[in-house]
């Protein structure tokens, strides 16, 4: 079946510490690809977005991702966690027709 | 501007109850969705609505029904409610196959 995949569904890391999370998906042909972030109570928010161009894509609060069509992954990287960036993350998929696809989530949590 | 807006925030029913969650975008956005938050499932897509007076299923469509009331406005309705539909609800807007915009979300639960 054509899905999303996250394969990490808890992450615990220390401050400062470097975070890749990983996101694959199975469908062919053209697709946008999205990563937003759920912070704890809080509605879902655009971390950032590739549809075309440079696969490498910068978002905010530091984060950015890079896009590996070979691969059909869009990891989402971080150099240095902080606190705050303690949430649950969620890559997902559109092919185009305005539904978005989400792998399962996965819940990041940092200890100060 | 608000952005998504959703009410009610919080929601308790007994099972065969049936009731009406309420969304609504002021950016003027053609798309709206809704979407059901389970953990472990990441959020899952009930209907949608490509543009005003349309309505389409998405994955997870059975106990719900949709109306598209105007271009701001679009409702999801619970006819007659299940344990098994015990979520968070949210619904999201876009003004193109783009970003999607959130609400902050209903958390609805079935006793």
């Known amino acids: 079946a054509q899905s999303v995949s996250q394969h990490n569904h808890h992450v615990i890391l220390s401050e400062a510490a470097s975070l890749e999370l990983g996101c694959n998906y199975s469908y062919g042909g053209t697709v946008n690809l999205f990563w937003y972030v759920q912070y704890p109570g809080q509605h879902l928010q655009l971390l950032l977005k590739?549809?075309?161009?440079?696969?490498l894509v910068k978002g905010i609060k530091g984060f950015e991702a890079e896009f590996i069509k070979s691969k059909f992954s869009f990891n989402l990287r971080k150099p240095s966690v902080q606190w705050s960036d303690t949430a649950e993350y969620f890559c997902a998929v559109n092919r185009n027709t305005g539904k978005l696809i989400f792998g399962q989530g996965t819940t990041l949590q940092v200890k100060p | 501007n608000a952005g998504v807006t959703q009410t009610p925030k919080f929601q308790v029913l007994k099972t065969g109850q049936s009731m009406t969650l309420q969304c609504a975008q002021d950016?003027?956005?053609?798309?709206m969705y809704w979407y059901r938050q389970d953990p472990g499932m990441g959020l899952r897509l009930i209907y949608y609505?490509?543009?005003?007076?349309?309505?389409d299923k998405g994955e997870v469509p059975n106990g719900y029904n949709v109306s598209r009331l105007n271009k701001r406005e679009f409702s999801l309705r619970l006819e007659s409610a299940d344990p098994s539909q015990t979520s968070v609800y949210f619904c999201?807007?876009?003004?193109?196959?783009?970003?999607?915009?959130f609400g902050p979300g209903t958390r609805l639960t079935v006793l």
């Open positions: 999201a807007s876009s003004g193109a196959p783009d970003t999607q915009y």
């Open positions: 950016m003027n956005h053609n798309s």
């Open positions: 609505s490509a543009s005003e007076g349309t309505t």
């Open positions: 590739y549809f075309s161009g440079d696969p």
